[in-house]
C-alpha cells in the first residue's frame, strides 16, 4: 500500500507558541489531503481538505486562522496550529488520497500535548 | 443523529472465533464504504475497501455492503491476538470526504 509519513509523533509545547505538523506521501502524488482530530475514544473529526495550490477548504467550526494548513507540492501538505492552548491537545492525523482514488492512507499521527 | 452508527463495544472473543463488525448509516449518498485498523496511538491502516453492494474476501476478512438496508459488516476469521485493535468504518460521497463511525475496540483474547 501507498505511504503517508507524519511528523513529529510527538510535540510537546508551551500556550501561546505555533506548531507544526507535516505530512508526507511517499510513494505517489497526493493531489488532496485531509487533515482530522480524534479525541480519546472518539472517531476522527475531519478539520479540513487540502488541494495542492489552492487554499484549503475548512469544515464548519474549525477556525482557518488558528490551524493554517499549506498544501505547496502534491507530496507535502502541513498544519501549523498557531498560538496553541492546552485545548488544542489533541491527536492529530493527516491522509492523502492518490489521483482519482477513494483510498485514503493515513499518517501516523501527531500526539500534540500544549502545557 | 449521526451520518455513520458504530457499536463502540468493547467486544472481547477468544483467539480463533469470527469478530462481526457493523455500521449503518443514513445518508443514501455514500458510495464508498472501507474499514480502517487503528492501533492505540497510531494512524488508522486501510483493511478493506469497497463500492458496491456484496461481499469482498481478503484474506481472513470479509466486508459486506447491503446498499439497500445501508449497513455494511466486516468480519474476520480465525482472529489473533494481533487482530487487537479499533475497527473504523468510512465511507465517502463522491466528493472523497470520509465520514467515520466512532470505531469499535476488539479484544482477541490468546
Known sequence: ?115 | QKEVEQDPGPLSVPEGAIVSLNCTYSNSAFQYFMWYRQYSRKGPELLMYTYSSGNKEDGRFTAQVDKSSKYISLFIRDSQPSDSATYLCAMARNDYKLSFGAGTTVTVRA
Open chain 1, 1 to 115: 500500500g501507498a505511504v503517508v509519513s507524519q511528523h513529529p509523533s510527538r510535540v510537546i509545547c508551551k500556550s501561546g507558541t505555533s506548531v507544526k505538523i507535516e505530512c508526507r506521501s511517499l510513494d505517489f502524488q497526493a493531489t488532496t489531503m485531509f487533515w482530522y482530530r480524534q479525541f480519546p475514544k472518539q472517531s476522527l473529526m475531519l478539520m479540513a481538505t487540502s488541494n495542492e495550490g489552492s487554499k484549503a477548504t475548512y469544515e464548519q467550526g474549525v477556525e482557518k486562522d488558528k490551524f493554517l494548513i499549506n498544501h505547496a507540492s502534491l507530496t507535502l501538505s502541513t498544519l501549523t496550529v498557531t498560538s496553541a492552548h492546552p485545548e488544542d491537545s489533541s491527536f492529530y492525523i493527516c491522509s492523502a488520497d492518490r489521483e482519482a482514488n477513494t483510498e485514503a492512507f493515513f499518517g501516523q499521527g501527531t500526539r500534540l500535548t500544549v502545557v
